[in-house]
């Protein structure tokens, strides 16, 4: 069967290839094989094969935080589900084939959801979740502002507050993203620069903005405090600038900001493992509605992980870039 495997750190489509390894075999007892039908390429994936996130495993090491896969067999003890089932699992490792894994990491979703938005389930859908639910009690009314506000978790908290009557103030860098945005449910877009602050409080007449959610870092950070209410929350949740987030003193000390971060797996670790498989199947179900969705821009094949990778690294995609090892 193919994997993709990376034998040293650096550049993702240099390290990256496609190698022949054994197949996994069957299933043993408590285990589940499936086949891996999608998965994407995240901005963490290319952090794991640079060396930069913060999981740095010996090498060889396959990447893939997630997927989505069809059972094929399961070893005995496994009830909850069933060859044929389509599952997304919860553990790492997924740019294959095939996995051989524990039952309890795969969770079972509805067989007729979208392929591709399934293979993408796994983990931004439940980080814009939980950015929304675990970081600031938020009430109907308050505006949020976020950054990276076109990317596939930036459009998902879009939808979600949306769902909850929280208002959403979207940084972008690029005005032509406005109209596609507001069609989603934004209430206000802005481009982000350093007059931010000013053009922020032109579009909400100086209300209060009590979260600042931000995934470039750097001065970026800085520029969304800069936003936000005293006693505002700025919560770090990704560095596509690939610096640390800078906080302003003015923020801190004058504003009583709080600056926090945000893992999601930090997040589903205060809940059990059924509020998690509830969770899921909860969002599986706005993914199918079509309520909750994230685009694609392309679909390579596995052969081509360095292609994809190459793709994914580039600025203004309209979508994810995502692989089928299987076509
Ligand atoms: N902490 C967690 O648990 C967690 C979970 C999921 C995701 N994340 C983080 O969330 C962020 C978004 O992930 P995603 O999968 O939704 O991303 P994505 O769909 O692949 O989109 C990438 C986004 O990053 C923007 N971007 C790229 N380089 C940038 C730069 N140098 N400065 C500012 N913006 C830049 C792109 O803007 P353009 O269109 O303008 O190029 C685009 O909006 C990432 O940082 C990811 O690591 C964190």
Redesign the pocket.
């Known amino acids: 069967m193919k994997r993709v495997d990376i034998d040293r750190y650096g550049a993702p489509e240099d390290v990256a290839r496609c190698v022949e390894v054994a197949d996994v075999g069957a299933p043993g007892a408590g285990e589940v094989v499936f086949d891996v039908l999608y998965f994407?390429i995240?901005?963490?994936d290319v952090?794991f094969c640079r060396g930069t996130y913060r999981l740095r495993p010996p090498l060889p090491a396959t990447p893939g935080a997630e997927c989505v896969g069809r059972v094929s067999a399961v070893g005995a003890g496994v009830s909850h589900v069933k060859p044929g089932d389509l599952v997304i699992n919860l553990q790492r490792e997924n740019w294959a084939e095939r996995r051989r894994v524990r039952g309890d990491d795969v969770i079972a979703i509805p067989p007729d959801l979208d392929l591709r938005q399934a293979a993408m389930l796994r983990?931004?859908p439940p980080?814009a979740l939980l950015l929304l639910s675990d970081v600031v009690d938020l009430k109907p009314g308050d505006w949020v502002i976020q950054?990276?506000?076109?990317?596939?978790?930036?459009?998902?908290v879009i939808r979600l507050a949306r769902a909850l009557s929280i208002r959403t103030m979207n940084v972008?860098?690029?005005d032509s993203?406005f109209d596609e945005l507001k069609a989603l449910g934004a209430d206000a877009c802005v481009v982000?620069g350093p007059d931010l602050a000013e053009a922020v409080k032109a579009k909400t007449g100086g209300a209060p903005i009590r979260l600042a959610l931000d995934?470039?870092s750097g001065q970026?950070t800085a520029r969304l405090s800069a936003c936000l209410a005293d006693g505002g929350v700025v919560c770090n949740?990704?560095?596509?600038?690939?610096e640390d987030p800078v906080m302003p003193r003015a923020g801190l000390i004058g504003g009583g900001q709080k600056l926090v971060?945000?893992?999601?797996?930090r997040?589903l670790a205060t809940r059990t493992l059924d509020q998690v498989r509830v969770m899921y199947g909860e969002l599986a179900h706005q993914l199918r509605d079509g309520y909750l969705s994230?685009p694609v821009e392309k679909v390579y094949a596995i052969e081509e992980i360095r292609a994809a990778l190459a793709h994914?690294q580039?600025?203004?995609?309209s979508?994810?870039i995502l692989v089928a090892p299987h076509r």
Do not use: C, H, Q
């Open positions: 994407p995240n901005p963490a952090s983990i931004n980080t950054n990276v506000a076109n990317s596939a978790v930036g459009r998902l972008v860098r690029r993203l982000d995934a470039v970026a949740y990704g560095s596509m600038s690939g971060g945000f893992i999601l797996g997040g994230a994914a580039r600025g203004e995609r979508g994810k």
